[in-house]
């Protein structure tokens, strides 16, 4: 299974952009694909998650600014970006959570590879 994220770039504060990702592989289903973001030398942590249900989670920085949405049906994940602030600048890497794949009743993890937002003026 494999994660494609594309959508970063250079914008200006306020300015929005849209990040997308798409998962292909031998895929059962799978249940949480979310969004993560880091800055060098901090922790990655969770900007958005929504399950295969429409149930989605926010970090609070995101709340009111990003809109998360999903198609079950092409495993891809997007995520709107408002508003956005100097301090949103980060690598942002798309995760799929709870993946079951043709052939196993394992469940696993996958990442996609990061890609640069950076907002400046």
């Known amino acids: 299974v494999q994660l494609q994220a594309s959508g970063g770039g250079l914008v200006q504060p306020g300015g929005s952009l849209r990040l997308s990702c798409t998962a292909s592989?031998?895929?059962?289903?799978?249940?949480?694909m979310g969004w993560y973001r880091q800055v060098l030398g901090k922790q990655r942590e969770l900007v958005a998650a929504?399950?295969?249900?429409?149930?989605?989670n926010y970090a609070d920085s995101a709340e009111g600014r990003f809109t998360i949405s999903r198609d079950n049906a092409k495993n891809t994940v997007s995520l709107q970006m408002n508003s956005l602030k100097p301090e949103d600048t980060a690598v942002y890497y798309c995760?799929?959570?709870?993946?079951?794949?043709?052939?196993?009743?394992?469940?696993?993890?996958?990442w996609g590879q990061g890609t640069q937002v950076t907002v400046s003026s």
């Open positions: 995760k799929a959570d709870k993946v079951k794949v043709v052939g196993s009743t394992y469940e696993y993890e996958f």
């Open positions: 592989g031998s895929i059962f289903s799978i249940n949480v």
């Open positions: 929504i399950t295969s249900g429409g149930r989605t």
